[in-house]
């Protein structure tokens, strides 16, 4: 078959063929008798066959068991910068109290 689904036959010699729909269960019902096609030489012969799609399934949703509860605000994801200072005073306090160590053993 090609990408749209259809079929290509090659190599006939020419006659009267019965063409019918053969589907595999679960792929829908045969919509039309088998037609006859009269095929003479070097003609191209373009038939299209009909069939119904099984029925599909109803997909009903229940209701989340609990309710899913949605935020009014966005949560706070960062630290004001005033409350980072005092960190970073720390850090270079102790920086410098290594240096000075390092500096007075070696």
């Known amino acids: 078959t090609d990408a749209h689904g259809n079929y290509e036959v090659n190599g006939l010699t020419p006659s ?11 792929q829908g019902t045969n919509a039309q008798a088998p037609v006859t096609v009269a095929l003479a030489a070097g003609q191209t012969v373009v038939q299209h066959l009909v069939f119904r799609s099984p029925a599909q399934a ?7 068991s609990t309710p899913v509860l949605v935020p009014t605000t966005l ?6 910068e005033a409350e ?14 290594g240096a000075t160590l390092r500096r007075a053993v070696g």
């Open 75 to 80: 949560p706070a994801t960062g630290a004001p």
């Open 84 to 97: 980072g200072w005092p960190w970073l005073v720390c850090a270079l306090v102790l920086m410098g109290t």
């Open 16 to 26: 009267t063929y019965a063409v019918a729909l053969s589907l595999a269960a679960g």
């Open 58 to 64: 109803e997909v009903v949703l229940a209701p989340p």
